[in-house]
Structure formats: structure tokens, C-alpha cells
């Protein structure tokens, strides 16, 4: 199965903070990737896939890149409501697998 | 709008099944494969296996097969997953997604809570 490594497993930042989570590929996956929040209580919400393409209805301060098999999500201009669980995901290849999850609070 | 909504929480012994379910509605549903995630300790997802409506093809994760059997019902528009042989380690939230085309999950239902205990 293809590996899926999230860094960090937690941060803390402040408002109208710049943020960056980090999802190494253990191989190739191409563009295969997307990103998903998780609020509390609440089921994953598609934010970004294709790598780099932001799903209908997604703020533009999100964002996701690609440098080989390293992907980023990166959120600018921190607010409350981007708080939760972040899950990055690919789907290459069967099975799908996602990262562990990174979860962001504000300070 | 798109919607899945799933199945009520269940609370089930050691050793039985339990089967949810998962009805779509606001689209197409022959169309669109459903998955079916399991979310352990709050945080990490893993895919379980996926059923394409139309002919109900499946594809599982080696790990869950023999665990778990997914089934729909086209006429309601309806995805059904049932976990066998249940253990503490099956205690999770279980979703049911829509795969769009290439792959990522674009829907997600509210999830099922699944508590094993005698």
C-alpha cells in the first residue's frame, strides 16, 4: 500500500497566520491527491484535489502544490473557522490511503 | 443538493454484525461508485472497500475483506454495509462518500457510530 506521511500531527497558530501541512508519497502518485477538513463532530469536507484544484465553494486562501511526491496544503490569512482536522488522501492506486491527519488550532 | 444520510448509531456485542445504511439522494445514484471509511481514535481514515451502483461491482482493502459486505438497493437509491464478527477494534465512525470520477470523495454522509460491548 501506498504510504501516506502528514506533517505535523498538530500545530497551533494565531490569527491571520500562514499555514503549511505536509503529505509525503512513499511513491509516485502523480496529481492523485486531495485534502479534506474535518470539524468536530462533523464528516471530512473535500477542499482540494487533483493536488492543486480547489473544490466549488472553497475559500481561495487554500491552496494545495506538488514538488515530486512532497504535497502541500497551505492556508492563508488564518481565521476560527479553518480550525479542525486536515487529512490529505491519494488515490492512484487501490487501496486509497490517507495521512494520519494534522490538527490546527488557533491560539 | 447531493445528500447521503446514513443510518443511527449502533451499539452491538462481540461476535455479531451490524449492517447500516447509507441513501443518496440529489443525484444520479447508478452513476457514482459509493466508499465506505472508517475513522478510529477520532483522526486517521482508512478506505474499506467501494460498490458501483449500476452493477454492484465491489472492490475492497485486503484488510477488511471477510469484515465487511457491501450490498445496494437501486430502487431507493440506497448503499448498505455490514461488519461481521465484531470486535472492540471495529468500534469507529464508519462514512459512507461519493467517489467523483477520478477518484477524490467529494460527499460524505454524517457517518455511524459503532460501539462494541458487551
Known amino acids: 500500500d501506498i504510504q501516506m506521511t502528514q506533517s505535523p500531527s498538530s500545530m497551533s497558530a494565531s490569527l491571520g497566520d500562514t499555514v503549511t501541512i505536509n503529505c509525503l508519497a512513499s511513491?509516485?502518485?502523480?496529481?492523485?491527491l486531495s485534502w479534506y477538513q474535518q470539524k468536530p463532530g462533523k464528516s471530512p469536507k473535500l477542499m482540494i484535489y487533483?493536488?492543486?484544484n480547489l473544490e466549488d465553494g472553497v475559500p481561495s486562501r487554500f491552496s494545495g502544490s506538488r514538488s515530486g511526491s512532497d504535497y502541500s496544503l497551505t492556508i492563508n490569512s488564518l481565521g476560527y473557522d479553518d480550525e479542525g482536522i486536515y487529512h490529505c488522501?491519494?488515490?492512484?492506486?487501490?487501496?486509497?490511503?490517507f495521512g494520519a491527519g494534522t490538527k490546527l488550532e488557533l491560539k | 443538493q447531493v445528500k447521503l444520510l446514513q443510518s443511527g448509531a449502533a451499539l452491538v456485542k462481540p461476535g455479531a454484525s451490524v449492517k447500516m445504511s447509507c441513501k443518496a439522494s440529489?443525484?444520479?445514484?447508478?452513476?457514482?461508485?459509493v466508499s465506505w471509511v472508517k475513522q478510529s481514535h477520532g483522526k486517521s481514515l482508512e478506505w474499506i472497500g467501494e460498490?458501483?451502483?449500476?452493477?454492484?461491482?465491489?472492490n475492497f482493502n485486503e484488510k477488511f475483506k471477510g469484515k465487511a459486505t457491501l450490498t445496494v438497493d437501486k430502487s431507493t437509491s440506497t448503499a448498505y454495509m455490514e461488519l461481521s464478527r465484531l470486535t472492540s477494534e471495529d468500534s469507529a465512525i464508519y462514512y459512507c462518500?461519493?467517489?467523483?470520477?477520478?477518484?477524490?470523495?467529494?460527499?460524505w454522509g454524517q457517518g455511524v457510530m459503532v460501539t462494541v460491548s458487551s
Open positions: 511513491q509516485d502518485i502523480g496529481n492523485y
Open positions: 440529489g443525484y444520479t445514484f447508478t452513476d457514482y461508485w
Open positions: 487533483g493536488a492543486t
Open positions: 460498490i458501483y451502483p449500476n452493477s454492484g461491482a465491489t
Open positions: 462518500t461519493r467517489i467523483y470520477y477520478s477518484g477524490p470523495f467529494d460527499y
Open positions: 488522501h491519494q488515490y492512484y492506486e487501490y487501496p486509497p490511503t
